[in-house]
């Protein structure tokens, strides 16, 4: 059976034990098992899937398949399409999840997405902003208009605003280090330098206010203090 509860113009269409409540207005759950929309997230919808969940004044959002992904705290006009586990929350509004394993876009990551991979993370004011697949990525710390693309274990923190890391594993770009860039390699380190890169290598470490600088390859190598 499926439940409609204390709603208005709201629907429920096929599947099983699906639940929409909580003054849902204009809401609807298409098809699939054991969904839930509830709490005042008007204007939405969950099509399909297994054990989703869209709650919490998450107006005009959407959950697309998938199983047990979660939508919800104020995070409007936002979606997750596919996937197992993932969760967009805490006025994360116009974000994205699409597919992927336990990925996470939360705390005002306003216009941001997490594309595939696994154990993803955006969060604390990271806005426009994106993770395309890899595992075990971080972009936090109001580091806005900055991307991870793949790899995995890499983090952009510290207010690192346009910057990027591709590929390479436990890699670091930090401490307000805007424009700046770490291009595959390990254990490479960029923090306060703008306008700067690393490029492959392993333990390399740019530093200090070094801006427009580069490190390309070899092994620990320094560049510090202006």
């Known amino acids: ?3 409609l509860d204390s709603t208005s113009e709201s629907v429920i269409v096929g599947g099983t034990r699906n639940k929409l409540s909580c003054n849902s207005v204009n809401s609807s759950i298409i098809g699939g098992f054991n969904n839930t929309l509830s709490c005042n997230s008007n204007q939405s919808s969950i099509i399909g899937g297994f054990c989703n969940t869209l709650s ?12 047990s992904n979660t939508l919800t705290c104020n995070s409007r006009y936002s979606s997750i399409v596919g996937g197992y586990c993932n969760t967009l929350s805490c006025n994360s509004n116009r974000s994205t999840i699409v ?3 336990c990925n996470s876009l939360c705390c005002n990551s306003i216009s941001s997405s997490i594309s595939g991979g696994t ?26 208009f900055s991307s991870i693309i793949g790899g995995h274990f890499n983090k952009i923190y510290q207010t690192s605003c ?3 890391i591709v590929g390479g594993a436990y890699n670091c770009l930090s401490g307000t280090s805007r424009y700046s860039s770490i291009s595959g390699g ?9 306008n700067s890169s690393i490029v492959g290598g392993r333990s ?8 427009y600088s580069s490190i390309v390859g070899g092994f620990c ?4 203090c202006n």
Request: hydrophobic fraction near 20%; include cysteine.
């Open 1 to 3: 059976c499926n439940n």
């Open 56 to 67: 919490c004044n998450s107006n005009q959002s959407s959950i697309i398949g998938g199983q």
């Open 99 to 101: 597919g992927g394993y």
């Open 119 to 144: 154990l993803n993370y955006i969060s604390d004011y990271s806005r426009y902003s994106s993770i395309t697949a890899g595992r075990c990525n971080q972009l936090i710390g109001n580091s806005q």
């Open 162 to 164: 346009n910057s990027s």
């Open 186 to 194: 390990s254990f490479n380190t960029l923090s306060s330098s703008s």
């Open 204 to 211: 390399n470490t740019l530093s200090c206010y070094s801006r």
């Open 221 to 224: 190598n320094t560049l510090s």
